[in-house]
């Protein structure tokens, strides 16, 4: 065994020896960086999975928990700013039921178990006042806590003193609400409405008017009148009467502006819409035949009475006496009497109806139209004759009548309608500006689309041009090594062209050619 262990050892040192200096210093760094990673793993999987006990507390309900834990000698960690407590998980359920049955956190809120753990005789009305404000503060702000987007709520009533007197009026109780909303979170109107009902309702003689919510960035929530302010109602009327007015107006412009050009007219409409809307009940009764004007019998009741005789006080057949009989009888005198009554019930059409008049109903309609009295001929602008004026104006007056006549609701009379018209013949000094009634294409887009075209010019210019230039140097290259090549005027080939210059070279150079001859002698 030892002799084992001795050999290991040799080996090792043999293997530490025989190395370099920045090798050892590799081996060492690595086996330390080894051991390092094995404690940190080690220290992590022993350490305890820390969880969320509370989340959102105050500073003082964070106190609170620190010192009770640190009495049970419990290990935690606090995060978010101090309103987050986390624990080991093992131990999370345990001390979550410990501390509700001690009460803890305790934040010092009233709820309504408040009454029912404290009451006492010797509590005050001003004070039983005073706690079940505090605990209804407190239940309407947990009950705001349990809306999504709401992380938390401060609320604050004032409640209207109650009074001993029938006749003084009730007053009326604020509230004011201060929401923590969650980051990003947007309410609609429908919450909104939702949210001023909701606190409405929880305080007595609470109106919306007086509930103010905003949250933490100072971002109020007004809650929309349905049944329409006055600010807002007058604003959907003038949008309504606008959009009216621009329908009317963009139909014309298109039609007299096909007709004489769109920059030779300028069309203005104005409106008188009624807003009201009228509810009534009309209870009619009509005979059943219109033309008699008779209605129809359901029932008849005739009674006949007839009387003969020659006694005033007495019936022919002996009866009683007929008292109050008119006339006098004399002697043997015979005397008739009869009476016919007759009763008819007739039954006519009962007509009961609810009507529901409909507003935004358009009473009357105004079109003042500008004509530019100008047309341009031969490449001059002359202005229209009278005769061409008044031929004009005709024609826009019955299209701008019948256009009135089917826009406005209700017969109007055809003098009434030529008063809604006005049309003004006028030399525009610019171009009208109007709303038209297709699209186009701006200016700018034209300019755009005229620089990118010189651009393209431009480029292409600029390359024919450097081309030309190129061809243009290329024959005078070849002219000049023409020249060099002892100016040959005819092409020849290649073995003709050697001959010629060495013939020319032993000429003018024969040290050179003779250096040359040595060369080509001495390499073959």
Same mark, same amino acid.
């Given at each position: 065994?030892?002799?084992?262990?001795?050999?290991?050892?040799?080996?090792?040192?043999?293997?530490?020896?025989?190395?370099?200096?920045? =090798?050892?210093?590799? #081996?060492?760094?690595?086996?330390?960086?080894?051991? $390092? /990673? *094995?404690?940190? !793993?080690?220290? +992590? @999987?022993?350490?305890?999975?820390?969880?969320?006990?509370?989340?959102?507390?105050?500073?003082?309900?964070?106190?609170?928990?620190?010192?009770?834990?640190?009495?049970?000698?419990?290990?935690?960690?606090?995060?978010?700013?101090?309103?987050?407590?986390?624990?080991?998980?093992?131990?999370?359920?345990?001390?979550?039921?410990?501390?509700?049955?001690?009460?803890?956190?305790?934040?010092?809120?009233?709820?309504?178990?408040?009454?029912?753990?404290?009451?006492?005789?010797?509590?005050?009305?001003?004070?039983? =006042?005073?706690?079940? #404000?505090?605990?209804?503060?407190?239940?309407?702000? $947990? /009950? *705001?806590?349990? !809306?999504?987007? +709401? @992380?938390?709520?401060?609320?604050?009533?004032?409640?209207?003193?109650?009074?001993?007197?029938?006749?003084?009026?009730?007053?009326?109780?604020?509230?004011?609400?201060?929401?923590?909303?969650?980051?990003?979170?947007?309410?609609?109107?429908?919450?909104?409405?939702?949210?001023?009902?909701?606190?409405?309702?929880?305080?007595?003689?609470?109106?919306?008017?007086?509930?103010?919510?905003?949250?933490?960035?100072?971002?109020?929530?007004?809650?929309?009148?349905?049944?329409?302010?006055?600010?807002?109602?007058?604003?959907?009327?003038?949008?309504?009467?606008?959009?009216?007015?621009?329908?009317?107006?963009?139909?014309?412009?298109?039609?007299?502006?096909?007709?004489?050009?769109?920059?030779?007219?300028?069309?203005?409409?104005?409106?008188?819409?009624?807003?009201?809307?009228?509810?009534?009940?009309?209870?009619?009764?009509?005979?059943?035949?219109?033309?008699?004007?008779?209605?129809?019998?359901?029932?008849?009741?005739?009674?006949?009475?007839?009387?003969?005789?020659?006694?005033?006080?007495?019936?022919?057949?002996?009866?009683?006496?007929?008292?109050?009989?008119?006339?006098?009888?004399?002697?043997?005198?015979?005397?008739?009497?009869?009476?016919?009554?007759?009763?008819?019930?007739?039954?006519?059409?009962?007509?009961?109806?609810?009507?529901?008049?409909?507003?935004?109903?358009?009473?009357?309609?105004?079109?003042?139209?500008?004509?530019?009295?100008?047309?341009?001929?031969?490449?001059?602008?002359?202005?229209?004759?009278?005769?061409?004026?008044?031929?004009?104006?005709?024609?826009?007056?019955?299209?701008?009548?019948?256009?009135?006549?089917?826009?406005?609701?209700?017969?109007?009379?055809?003098?009434?309608?030529?008063?809604?018209?006005?049309?003004?013949?006028?030399?525009?000094?610019?171009?009208?500006?109007?709303?038209?009634?297709?699209?186009?294409?701006?200016?700018?887009?034209?300019?755009?689309?005229?620089?990118?075209?010189?651009?393209?010019?431009?480029?292409?210019?600029?390359?024919?041009?450097?081309?030309?230039?190129?061809?243009?140097?290329?024959?005078?290259?070849?002219?000049?090594?023409?020249?060099?090549?002892?100016?040959?005027?005819?092409?020849?080939?290649?073995?003709?062209?050697?001959?010629?210059?060495?013939?020319?070279?032993?000429?003018?150079?024969?040290?050179?050619?003779?250096?040359?001859?040595?060369?080509?002698?001495?390499?073959?």
């Amino acid at each position: 065994m030892n002799e084992t262990m001795q050999q290991y050892r040799n080996r090792i040192t043999e293997f530490w020896t025989s190395r370099t200096n920045p =090798q050892k210093s590799m #081996l060492a760094g690595g086996t330390l960086g080894v051991i $390092t /990673l *094995i404690i940190v !793993i080690t220290s +992590i @999987a022993l350490s305890p999975n820390m969880v969320p006990l509370y989340s959102n507390l105050s500073h003082e309900e964070a106190g609170q928990l620190r010192e009770e834990l640190q009495a049970q000698g419990v290990s935690y960690e606090i995060e978010d700013g101090g309103t987050t407590i986390l624990v080991p998980e093992a131990r999370s359920d345990d001390l979550l039921v410990d501390f509700a049955a001690q009460g803890i956190p305790n934040s010092g809120n009233i709820d309504y178990t408040f009454f029912s753990e404290n009451v006492s005789w010797g509590m005050t009305d001003e004070e039983r =006042q005073i706690i079940e #404000l505090s605990a209804l503060q407190t239940e309407l702000s $947990t /009950l *705001i806590q349990n !809306i999504e987007g +709401i @992380a938390d709520a401060d609320v604050l009533i004032n409640r209207a003193s109650e009074t001993v007197f029938v006749g003084d009026e009730v007053e009326e109780s604020s509230a004011s609400i201060v929401l923590n909303t969650d980051y990003g979170y947007n309410f609609d109107q429908g919450q909104i409405q939702s949210l001023y009902h909701l606190v409405s309702k929880a305080v007595p003689n609470l109106p919306n008017e007086n509930i103010v919510i905003m949250n933490q960035h100072f971002q109020y929530y007004d809650m929309e009148n349905s049944g329409g302010s006055s600010s807002n109602t007058y604003a959907q009327h003038q949008e309504i009467r606008k959009d009216v007015e621009r329908d009317i107006q963009r139909r014309v412009q298109q039609m007299l502006g096909t007709m004489m050009g769109q920059n030779k007219v300028v069309v203005s409409v104005t409106t008188d819409i009624d807003f009201a809307q009228e509810n009534r009940i009309e209870e009619l009764v009509e005979p059943v035949d219109m033309d008699t004007m008779e209605g129809l019998p359901v029932s008849v009741d005739r009674i006949t009475e007839t009387y003969t005789g020659t006694d005033g006080g007495n019936l022919v057949d002996g009866e009683a006496d007929i008292a109050d009989l008119p006339g006098e009888l004399d002697g043997e005198e015979v005397s008739d009497y009869e009476m016919v009554r007759e009763t008819i019930n007739n039954e006519f059409n009962r007509i009961r109806r609810d009507i529901v008049e409909s507003p935004y109903e358009v009473r009357d309609v105004g079109i003042q139209v500008a004509v530019d009295n100008t047309v341009e001929e031969n490449g001059e602008v002359i202005a229209l004759t009278d005769a061409e004026q008044l031929a004009v104006e005709e024609d826009i007056d019955s299209i701008l009548t019948s256009i009135i006549q089917t826009s406005v609701t209700g017969e109007t009379e055809p003098a009434e309608q030529a008063e809604n018209v006005s049309i003004v013949f006028q030399e525009f000094s610019g171009a009208p500006e109007f709303d038209s009634p297709s699209g186009g294409i701006s200016t700018w887009v034209y300019v755009v689309l005229a620089l990118l075209v010189l651009a393209i010019v431009l480029i292409v210019f600029f390359v024919l041009r450097k081309r030309n230039e190129e061809s243009l140097d290329e024959p005078v290259r070849q002219v000049e090594t023409y020249e060099e090549d002892y100016s040959m005027e005819e092409v020849q080939s290649e073995s003709v062209v050697r001959r010629k210059q060495l013939e020319q070279m032993a000429k003018d150079k024969p040290e050179e050619f003779a250096k040359l001859l040595r060369t080509w002698i001495s390499e073959e």
